[in-house]
């Protein structure tokens, strides 16, 4: 048989990249195909990609941490790869307005209009947006940045729980979301070429886990907003020590000194929640805390945190967090058991 084309993926090395996932993406993507026979016994197969990194030209380039780069093939001279990776980029969730990288932007909509299939690793879904592509189309990004993203981009469907979402014409346009998501995005790309089989045997090689549960369990649900509103920020301060009271909300009206409806109006306007489920946010922060540390019974931690309903606050948790208390003990309070037993303070 005639020897098969290995697709060429292309990683966008650029200064704003995290060389750990560039490189994780590099080598997993050598592995594919190669790496399995083997771990049976076998002479080792081909790579089912060809990746290379790319970048504006190939000049050692520092990305983030003063990490050294150094790209084998300059954008002008890749105008079409079969596969195009953009990995994080390191920039906060209250300044994702990007500067510098117009040539990529527009590098990436050429290359999609020559028929690239494009994938963002956490927060490179926000260059990927830059370019206009996702106008239209559902995404996701890291948990912290789906807020910015979808008030940066208003007509980009932002899905914050999902870790992989694909969209456009020929689903040409894939996400990953947070942090080690990368791994799912590139099992993903690697089961789309290579069939199912082989991304399940590059993980078994890897040791790499699904993110099945999505990005909820790990995200904050309390995430503090900076607001000039005094008032707001008075019933902010309140509410952090008296989320357990039978009727928060009520204190926290009283802390900001405001008539009701004026309240509710400027708190959301503030934070991007009513005041109730801003109370929720946080207790339910509180019971995270709970169950990662310690042992008691569910009832009693729902009752510690400000619910006299303990079933509902299970409801409550699993639609807020995607597990339930029980699961979300199991997995994280083994984490931080396993990290302790190993020594970690």
Same mark, same amino acid.
């Given at each position: 048989?005639?020897?098969?084309?290995?697709?060429?993926?292309?990683?966008? =090395?650029?200064?704003? $990249?995290?060389?750990?996932? &560039?490189? !994780?993406?590099?080598?997993?993507? /050598?592995? %594919?195909?190669? #790496?399995?026979?083997?771990?049976?016994?076998?002479?080792?197969?081909?790579?089912?990609?060809?990746?290379?990194?790319?970048?504006?030209?190939?000049?050692?380039?520092?990305?983030?941490?003063?990490?050294?780069?150094?790209?084998?093939?300059?954008?002008?001279?890749?105008?079409?790869?079969?596969?195009?990776?953009?990995?994080?980029?390191?920039?906060?969730?209250?300044?994702?307005?990007?500067?510098?990288?117009?040539?990529?932007?527009?590098?990436?909509?050429?290359?999609?209009?020559?028929?690239?299939?494009?994938?963002?690793?956490?927060?490179? =879904?926000?260059?990927? $947006?830059?370019?206009?592509? &996702?106008? !239209?189309?559902?995404?996701?990004? /890291?948990? %912290?940045?789906? #807020?910015?993203?979808?008030?940066?981009?208003?007509?980009?469907?932002?899905?914050?729980?999902?870790?992989?979402?694909?969209?456009?014409?020929?689903?040409?346009?894939?996400?990953?979301?947070?942090?080690?998501?990368?791994?799912?995005?590139?099992?993903?790309?690697?089961?789309?070429?290579?069939?199912?089989?082989?991304?399940?045997?590059?993980?078994?090689?890897?040791?790499?886990?699904?993110?099945?549960?999505?990005?909820?369990?790990?995200?904050?649900?309390?995430?503090?907003?900076?607001?000039?509103?005094?008032?707001?920020?008075?019933?902010?301060?309140?509410?952090?020590?008296?989320?357990?009271?039978?009727?928060?909300?009520?204190?926290?009206?009283?802390?900001?000194?405001?008539?009701?409806?004026?309240?509710?109006?400027?708190?959301?306007?503030?934070?991007?929640?009513?005041?109730?489920?801003?109370?929720?946010?946080?207790?339910?922060?509180?019971?995270?805390?709970?169950?990662?540390?310690?042992?008691?019974?569910?009832?009693?931690?729902?009752?510690?945190?400000?619910?006299?309903?303990?079933?509902?606050?299970?409801?409550?948790?699993?639609?807020?967090?995607?597990?339930?208390?029980?699961?979300?003990?199991?997995?994280?309070?083994?984490?931080?058991?396993?990290?302790?037993?190993?020594?970690?303070?």
């Amino acid at each position: 048989m005639p020897r098969r084309e290995r697709p060429t993926i292309a990683l966008l =090395a650029t200064h704003g $990249a995290a060389a750990s996932v &560039l490189y !994780g993406m590099y080598d997993l993507f /050598h592995s %594919a195909g190669r #790496d399995w026979p083997p771990m049976i016994g076998l002479p080792p197969g081909e790579s089912a990609f060809h990746p290379l990194i790319v970048a504006r030209d190939t000049a050692p380039l520092n990305v983030v941490n003063d990490i050294v780069v150094t790209p084998q093939v300059a954008l002008r001279d890749l105008p079409a790869p079969d596969y195009i990776c953009i990995p994080d980029l390191a920039v906060y969730p209250g300044d994702i307005a990007l500067h510098g990288y117009e040539e990529e932007a527009r590098w990436l909509r050429d290359c999609h209009a020559r028929g690239s299939v494009i994938a963002a690793a956490c927060t490179g =879904a926000m260059l990927l $947006a830059e370019t206009g592509l &996702l106008d !239209g189309h559902d995404a996701t990004t /890291h948990w %912290a940045y789906c #807020d910015a993203l979808a008030t940066r981009h208003p007509n980009v469907r932002v899905h914050p729980q999902r870790v992989v979402v694909t969209a456009g014409p020929d689903q040409r346009l894939v996400m990953g979301g947070g942090g080690s998501s990368w791994h799912d995005l590139s099992l993903y790309l690697i089961a789309r070429v290579a069939g199912i089989e082989c991304a399940m045997q590059t993980a078994r090689v890897f040791l790499i886990d699904w993110h099945q549960t999505g990005q909820q369990p790990f995200a904050s649900l309390a995430r503090t907003r900076t607001t000039s509103d005094a008032a707001v920020s008075q019933a902010q301060v309140w509410i952090a020590q008296h989320y357990d009271t039978p009727s928060p909300v009520a204190g926290m009206l009283q802390a900001s000194g405001l008539a009701e409806r004026t309240f509710a109006r400027r708190f959301q306007q503030a934070t991007g929640l009513s005041p109730l489920e801003y109370v929720h946010t946080l207790r339910l922060e509180e019971a995270k805390q709970h169950l990662e540390t310690g042992d008691e019974a569910i009832e009693a931690i729902a009752q510690a945190v400000g619910y006299e309903d303990a079933a509902y606050f299970s409801r409550l948790f699993r639609r807020k967090v995607g597990l339930s208390p029980a699961q979300y003990r199991r997995r994280f309070g083994g984490m931080r058991r396993m990290l302790r037993d190993a020594g970690a303070r």
